[in-house]
């Protein structure tokens, strides 16, 4: 099975900080996304990366960057955190584009509060 | 613009009967539907998908049905048990958007004892 890991399930961090959500997925998969979640929205795609070193941006990727240094590794980062921030942030992974019609593969999420 | 979203926000059934959730879709340029399940605390579970050459497609105890005359997705649950209990999300991807998916916003299945 595949298996997407987010390093914490919940973070309180204050308005201002610079806040690291890390992802780390362990079936060589080639995209890897970042996603927020809240009531009444649905997902809402933030970045994606088709590779490392790649990056494109999703719906939403204002507040937001990401590193890929590593094809298993994904980082979202908020350079400064405010409170609108605060949401279940939820890494996926897929297989790249030989593989066209392939779902997603999920992690549990990070629950973030910006206070 | 282009969405996709769902008939019922919450869904009660009883246990031992079938269910069916409910997706309607507006991009006719769709070729690829998954079903996701998520319980509290958890991420999205894939369920099953469907390619747009299909109509129809079987798992363990879940069928998805496609119908793209009126561009509308639906999942059964046959026998349904407590453990579905959930929010189910649909999510499509469009032709030419790479593995981008759009989700609906989830109905939540409660099964009854």
């Known amino acids: 099975d595949v298996k997407v890991t987010q390093s914490s399930r919940y973070l309180v961090k204050r308005t201002g900080e610079k806040v690291f959500l890390e992802c780390v997925q362990d079936m060589d998969h080639e995209n890897m996304f970042w996603y927020r979640q809240d009531p009444g929205l649905g997902l809402r795609l933030i970045y994606f990366s088709y590779d490392v070193k790649m990056k494109e941006k999703g719906d939403i990727p204002e507040g937001y960057s990401v590193s890929r240094e590593k094809k298993e590794r994904f980082s979202l980062i908020l350079e400064s955190a405010s409170t609108n921030q605060t949401s279940m942030y939820l890494c996926?992974?897929?297989?790249?584009?030989?593989?066209?019609?392939?779902?997603?593969?999920f992690g549990n999420g990070t629950r973030l509060t910006v206070t | 613009g282009e969405s996709v979203g769902l008939h019922l926000p919450t869904l009660s059934v009883q246990e031992g009967d079938n269910s069916i959730i409910n997706c309607a879709y507006s991009?006719?340029?769709?070729?690829?539907f998954i079903w996701y399940k998520q319980e509290s605390g958890k991420g999205p579970q894939f369920i099953i998908d469907?390619?747009?050459?299909?109509d129809k497609r079987q798992g363990q105890r879940v069928t998805v049905l496609l119908n793209k005359t009126v561009k509308h997705l639906s999942l059964q649950i046959a026998a349904t048990q407590p453990g579905d209990s959930a929010v189910y999300f649909c999510?499509?991807?469009?032709?030419?958007?790479?593995?981008?998916?759009?989700f609906g916003t989830g109905t939540q299945l409660k099964v009854e004892l």
């Open positions: 999510a499509e991807k469009s032709t030419g958007g790479g593995n981008k998916l759009t």
């Open positions: 469907i390619r747009s050459n299909m």
């Open positions: 996926a992974s897929s297989l790249g584009e030989s593989s066209y019609n392939s779902p997603l593969h």
């Open positions: 991009n006719s340029a769709s070729d690829y």
